[in-house]
């Protein structure tokens, strides 16, 4: 994923930008950097790879090293950034968040001139901030080469810009599939991604921007370069899974969806008989723990954490991008309370199943240690189509989501064609999907929330919601 935060003010920003960035941690974990602008220095930038080290022991000494009265920081799960960009526009640093599915295209198609080049990174592969600059830099202003890039780009692009002359140029994706927040406070305003690190910084909340939307922003005031536009597809997942629990995205905070997304589905197994044994409700840590939250208390049974996971070294909930070491850390953080699962039948919410493994790990570590029988229910749909818009869930093949594995098992490829009726646990197709990865992950029972039952939680109209990942609609 990844998360940026700017800010610019009569005053050195350089400490609010850093903290700023480091409470964007959880969304990244490859690397971290910060640019700034001075009147005397000009533009600085400084990039760390935070895979083994945290952003905050990585950049702890800045303030003394960097000053400006603007800045910008991100936290990125792929390419190094922000960037110090010279072209006709000026100096200027620049940072992206989102994916962008035709590279090759676009380079083919507008930026393979004579001479023309790009730096390579390891692989072979090129910088996709550098790309967006490139684009941008087709034009003759900001305003025109962000709105040429977005429109240019196949996938996702919020781009937050540091020009040389001391402001901040921010633009949300055009369909607003991530949020971007404005503060204020005397003298300052700032930019970022999660709504709560706002208000710890002593900022006020001014808005959100729209799908499209671009500003300008410097200490004084914020301008509109291009209006919001009216599409808008939010990514359901913010609520789901990766936004943190203090956030709110359109009025909507996090942590009330996910207690209101679990009371949904204690709801829906109480009418249909589901798990009538159950000892212990509890969550698959971290962010499964308030949707259990959320179920234990609708269903009145008790909430119980039957393992920790140890933080102390593991702190962060986002994991390596390779899958094998995603299982390994998994299990060695995971330490049981034994008096929790010894011959006690467990009901366990997960965020989301994807393609399964890590769950199966955790699954067979509670039957080590004793558990009589594992339920698992799941705080969204079965994830059906790998991402192609933000780098959460995405894949190298559709093939590697479990739910696609078991389809192709019961009936080969012509299953493709009944996705919406193996989503369904009230149809013959949904039952059978379900009762082939209970098997897979030795589970007693399992259950998914709706696609109806989410949206209810999240509380906005579905149009409105990207839900790509469940029923492969735009």
Same mark, same amino acid.
């Given at each position: 994923?990844?998360?940026?935060?700017?800010?610019?003010?009569?005053?050195?920003?350089?400490?609010?930008?850093?903290?700023?960035?480091?409470?964007?941690?959880?969304?990244?974990?490859?690397?971290?950097?910060?640019?700034?602008?001075?009147?005397?220095?000009?533009?600085?930038?400084?990039?760390?790879?935070?895979?083994?080290?945290?952003?905050?022991?990585?950049?702890?000494?800045?303030?003394?090293?960097?000053?400006?009265?603007?800045?910008?920081?991100?936290?990125?799960?792929?390419?190094?950034?922000?960037?110090?960009?010279?072209?006709?526009?000026?100096?200027?640093?620049?940072?992206? /968040?989102?994916?962008?599915?035709?590279? !090759? +295209? $676009? %380079?083919?198609?507008?930026? *393979?001139?004579?001479? &023309?080049?790009?730096?390579?990174?390891?692989?072979?592969? /090129?910088?996709?901030?550098?790309?967006? !600059? +490139? $684009? %941008?830099?087709?034009?003759? *202003?900001?305003?025109? &080469?962000?709105?040429?890039?977005?429109?240019?780009?196949?996938?996702?692009?919020?781009?937050?810009?540091?020009?040389?002359?001391?402001?901040?140029?921010?633009?949300?994706?055009?369909?607003?599939?991530?949020?971007?927040?404005?503060?204020?406070?005397?003298?300052?305003?700032?930019?970022?991604?999660?709504?709560?690190?706002?208000?710890?910084?002593?900022?006020?909340?001014?808005?959100?921007?729209?799908?499209?939307?671009?500003?300008?922003?410097?200490?004084?005031?914020?301008?509109?370069?291009?209006?919001?536009?009216?599409?808008?597809?939010?990514?359901?997942?913010?609520?789901?899974?990766?936004?943190?629990?203090?956030?709110?995205?359109?009025?909507?905070?996090?942590?009330?969806?996910?207690?209101?997304?679990?009371?949904?589905?204690?709801?829906?197994?109480?009418?249909?008989?589901?798990?009538?044994?159950?000892?212990?409700?509890?969550?698959?840590?971290?962010?499964?723990?308030?949707?259990?939250?959320?179920?234990?208390?609708?269903?009145?049974?008790?909430?119980?954490?039957?393992?920790?996971?140890?933080?102390?070294?593991?702190?962060?909930?986002?994991?390596?991008?390779?899958?094998?070491?995603?299982?390994?850390?998994?299990?060695?953080?995971?330490?049981?309370?034994?008096?929790?699962?010894?011959?006690?039948?467990?009901?366990?919410?997960?965020?989301?199943?994807?393609?399964?493994?890590?769950?199966?790990?955790?699954?067979?570590?509670?039957?080590?240690?004793?558990?009589?029988?594992?339920?698992?229910?799941?705080?969204?749909?079965?994830?059906?189509?790998?991402?192609?818009?933000?780098?959460?869930?995405?894949?190298?093949?559709?093939?590697?989501?479990?739910?696609?594995?078991?389809?192709?098992?019961?009936?080969?490829?012509?299953?493709?064609?009944?996705?919406?009726?193996?989503?369904?646990?009230?149809?013959?197709?949904?039952?059978?999907?379900?009762?082939?990865?209970?098997?897979?992950?030795?589970?007693?029972?399992?259950?998914?929330?709706?696609?109806?039952?989410?949206?209810?939680?999240?509380?906005?109209?579905?149009?409105?919601?990207?839900?790509?990942?469940?029923?492969?609609?735009?």
């Amino acid at each position: 994923m990844g998360g940026f935060f700017g800010a610019v003010a009569q005053s050195d920003v350089i400490s609010d930008v850093f903290f700023g960035t480091d409470y964007h941690s959880h969304l990244g974990t490859r690397r971290g950097g910060m640019a700034a602008v001075d009147a005397e220095v000009g533009l600085q930038r400084d990039i760390h790879n935070i895979e083994n080290s945290p952003f905050r022991t990585k950049f702890a000494g800045i303030t003394n090293e960097m000053k400006g009265n603007a800045a910008i920081g991100i936290i990125s799960d792929y390419d190094p950034q922000p960037l110090l960009i010279r072209s006709a526009l000026g100096a200027y640093a620049i940072a992206f /968040i989102g994916v962008i599915n035709n590279s !090759a +295209a $676009l %380079i083919e198609k507008y930026l *393979s001139s004579p001479g &023309g080049f790009f730096n390579s990174m390891t692989g072979g592969n /090129i910088n996709n901030t550098e790309l967006v !600059a +490139a $684009l %941008i830099n087709q034009k003759e *202003s900001f305003t025109e &080469g962000i709105r040429f890039a977005q429109e240019a780009i196949e996938g996702t692009c919020s781009i937050l810009i540091l020009t040389n002359e001391g402001s901040l140029i921010a633009a949300r994706d055009k369909v607003g599939r991530l949020p971007i927040i404005l503060g204020k406070s005397e003298g300052a305003h700032c930019v970022s991604f999660e709504s709560f690190v706002i208000g710890k910084l002593g900022f006020e909340k001014l808005r959100e921007l729209g799908p499209a939307e671009i500003v300008e922003i410097s200490a004084e005031e914020i301008k509109v370069l291009h209006a919001p536009q009216q599409k808008k597809r939010i990514c359901s997942f913010l609520w789901s899974y990766y936004g943190y629990p203090t956030s709110t995205y359109e009025g909507i905070n996090v942590e009330m969806m996910r207690y209101k997304n679990g009371e949904i589905m204690a709801r829906t197994d109480e009418k249909l008989g589901n798990a009538t044994n159950v000892d212990y409700v509890g969550g698959v840590p971290d962010s499964g723990t308030p949707h259990a939250i959320g179920y234990a208390n609708a269903s009145h049974l008790p909430f119980a954490r039957a393992f920790i996971k140890y933080t102390p070294t593991w702190s962060r909930s986002f994991m390596p991008t390779k899958q094998e070491e995603r299982n390994k850390i998994a299990k060695m953080k995971q330490i049981p309370v034994h008096d929790l699962i010894q011959n006690k039948n467990l009901l366990f919410v997960d965020d989301s199943i994807v393609r399964g493994t890590q769950l199966k790990e955790t699954v067979d570590f509670l039957y080590e240690n004793g558990a009589a029988s594992v339920h698992m229910r799941s705080a969204c749909p079965p994830i059906m189509y790998g991402c192609k818009y933000l780098n959460f869930s995405r894949s190298t093949s559709d093939m590697d989501l479990i739910a696609r594995k078991v389809i192709v098992e019961l009936e080969g490829e012509e299953g493709f064609n009944y996705i919406e009726e193996y989503s369904d646990g009230t149809t013959e197709r949904g039952k059978a999907l379900r009762k082939v990865i209970c098997e897979k992950l030795h589970l007693a029972s399992l259950e998914f929330q709706s696609l109806q039952g989410i949206v209810e939680a999240i509380g906005m109209d579905e149009c409105e919601l990207c839900t790509y990942c469940w029923n492969g609609k735009e």
